[in-house]
């Protein structure tokens, strides 16, 4: 074997180092939650408020930096900056809330102007902070595209953290999710609040968003709660399966991605995970058995034999 | 100061303004069919379609971009045309595959092909450029006359000028059967309007904008010129002709003065330089829509059944 194929080998074998094996465990745990989360928001109909919910962190991390910058610090610590990105978060969600609610923009309007406008405004801020630590980079655009590579021991335990910490809370809470996304009114007959499920959900999808933030990035996160249930649905019509389905593609796509951008400090992370993501979608549209296209085909044809055969 | 500003802010305030009445326009109508999000997708294809074409050409000429943002946008919507037919999945989760998916492939050429650093770079892509389409020829004033000087325009300013000169003639000419056919597609049907093709034009027509705009503000915030000028508007009407006026004048007005803070707000405040003029311009058609949405005349959903729009007998808007 080429020796530059070598680190290559390692990475995907959890070989590469302490931190690049937390950051690799962290975005596999980071998929499976955002593949499973993202089954229920798919079946809720909410996959587009997560959108809206990621963008408008960027705000909350800029400004986060600052005030530690006039405090005295550096500006680093992750901690921080996602303690900022979460209060943001929650802004923006609740401004999604009140136009959607008390005015009569329809809800994707409310949506497509609070992922706009807050994804501007952290813009204005990521200047300002290009401007004062002239000659020193802050490293705050590696948040928007995400970047694996180069990261802290104690960010690559926080992202490990997170990510277990993510997968963990959806496991548990499962079976008041799946209840609500597919009848609301019989789960309240059972005693499962619907409302209080969907704030759940919305925790939820912050802890993923959080998370993945560092790895992913925000313009992509979207993406992680979106590909991986969508090609799930094409291998199954029973809930459970799906979700399954879904953090299996999910967990594949983060450790794939973050293993990659481990060998390859110019990938793109956020990018790679995504497109691997998309190649499961692809491979699930070929051959999913319940939609795919070559099972259809061969239903199909199968059919014609028969009816052939009977004549 | 008179020739500085004719060299250096005239032409992107100038693009910036154009570009924000090409997307207001078809944004209107975009709103009241519920297809915001539209601009959303189509906003995020245009980026693997710029760095096609930057690979292919090797330059950023503008024109070689729009048509390969044109030819990106045709293939995305093929495929999710594909994806819905052929494997039965939701239009709006085949959409947010798609686009995502392109998206990634967009940013993963551009960093590993060599094409960023020179003419564009996933900065460019994410937050636009609006600060560097100076006009180098300008010597004042009187270079707005001078034949020479005038060639030296940066082409994103023709490609945006025809291009908003497209967007407006297309609304002015089918302004009627448009109208008709967004607030009540049955009844266009009805009467014989074709209203897919129209809504399939209208598509099209957002996509033109929001390619042209991309040059000058970058991908995301295009958004904000679809959504957030017509949404004001939207609250302070229930006359659609007065709410297409109402958000030219506010994405104009969005468009200028939010490149007038990013320019000179830090000055005034003491700062040495200036912030993202694209940021700026998002977060100004932010406020605005946050005063529409808190004093509004029309902020709230019509209460009586009897005062929906729905309800009213139809009055042509230029009866």
């Known amino acids: ?311 | 100061m008179g020739s500085d500003f004719v060299m250096l802010s005239l032409v992107p305030m100038a693009i910036a303004a154009l570009a924000a009445v090409a997307c207001a326009l078809p944004g209107n109508f975009l709103l009241l069919r519920r297809q915001s999000m539209l601009g959303d997708a189509i906003s995020h294809v245009v980026l693997p379609g710029i760095v096609l074409a930057f690979l292919v050409t090797g330059s950023a000429n503008p024109w070689a971009m729009l048509l390969g943002a044109g030819i990106a946008a045709l293939f995305s919507v093929l495929l999710i045309e594909l994806i819905v037919r052929t494997a039965r999945v939701e239009p709006g989760a085949a959409m947010g595959t798609v686009f995502t998916a392109m998206f990634a492939a967009g940013v993963l050429a551009l960093e590993r092909s060599g094409a960023s650093g020179v003419h564009l770079d996933v900065e460019h892509a994410l937050y636009g450029n609006l600060e560097s389409l100076i006009w180098l020829d300008a010597k004042g004033w009187s270079s707005l006359a001078d034949p020479a000087a005038l060639a030296g325009l940066p082409p994103e300013l023709t490609v945006l000028a025809a291009v908003t000169a497209v967007v407006g003639a297309f609304v002015v000419a089918l302004w009627r059967p448009l109208s008709v056919a967004t607030f009540d597609e049955g009844f266009a049907a009805t009467l014989g309007l074709p209203v897919r093709a129209l809504s399939l034009a209208l598509i099209v027509v957002a996509a033109m904008a929001c390619v042209a705009a991309f040059s000058a503000v970058g991908s995301i915030l295009v958004i904000a010129m679809l959504i957030c000028p017509p949404a004001a508007a939207r609250l302070m009407t229930n006359r659609l002709g007065h709410q297409v006026w109402l958000s030219l004048g506010l994405a104009v007005l969005a468009a200028l003065s939010g490149y007038v803070l990013a320019g000179y707000g830090p000055l005034w405040l003491g700062f040495a330089d200036s912030v993202s003029a694209a940021g700026m311009i998002a977060a100004v058609s932010g406020v605005i829509l946050g005063l529409a949405a808190l004093a509004g005349p029309h902020r709230r959903r019509a209460s009586s059944a009897l005062s929906t729009p729905a309800a009213r007998p139809y009055k042509p808007p230029n009866a």
Not at chain 1, 50 to 70: E, I, K, N, Q
Not at chain 1, 103 to 115: I, M, N, Q, S
């Open chain 1, 1 to 311: 074997m080429a020796p530059a194929a070598l680190p290559m080998f390692d990475a995907f074998l959890l070989q590469a180092g302490y931190n690049a094996t937390l950051v690799t465990l962290g975005s596999m745990l980071l998929g499976v939650a955002a593949g499973v989360t993202g089954t229920f928001l798919y079946l809720r109909k909410r996959s587009l408020i997560s959108d809206a919910l990621a963008h408008a962190t960027l705000p909350g991390v800029g400004l986060a930096f600052l005030l530690m910058v006039a405090l005295g610090g550096d500006g680093r610590s992750l901690p921080l900056l996602l303690v900022g990105a979460g209060l943001s978060a929650l802004a923006g969600l609740l401004c999604v809330h009140l136009l959607s609610t008390r005015t009569r923009l329809p809800l994707d309007a409310a949506v497509g102007a609070v992922l706009s406008v807050s994804y501007g405004l952290g813009i204005v801020i990521l200047t300002v902070i290009q401007t004062l630590s002239a000659g020193r980079q802050a490293g705050l655009e590696g948040f928007l595209l995400g970047s694996a590579a180069g990261m802290l021991r104690s960010d690559a335990l926080l992202i490990g953290f997170g990510g277990a910490t993510a997968a963990l809370l959806v496991i548990l809470f499962r079976r008041p999710l799946l209840l609500v996304a597919f009848d609301a009114g019989y789960a309240a007959t059972r005693g499962v609040s619907p409302a209080r499920t969907d704030l759940m959900l919305m925790v939820l999808v912050l802890a993923v968003t959080l998370t993945g933030l560092k790895v992913v990035g925000l313009i992509l996160i979207v993406a992680l709660l979106i590909i991986p249930p969508v090609a799930a649905r094409l291998w199954s019509d029973r809930a459970g399966v799906v979700v399954a389905v879904a953090g299996g593609i999910g967990g594949a796509a983060g450790y794939g991605g973050a293993a990659a951008s481990a060998t390859a400090p110019d990938l793109p992370t956020g990018a790679v995970i995504v497109l691997l993501a998309f190649a499961a979608f692809v491979i699930s549209l070929l051959v999913g058995p319940v939609r795919g296209l070559i099972p259809q085909a061969l239903r199909r044809a199968r059919m014609r034999g028969h009816l052939d055969g009977t004549g």
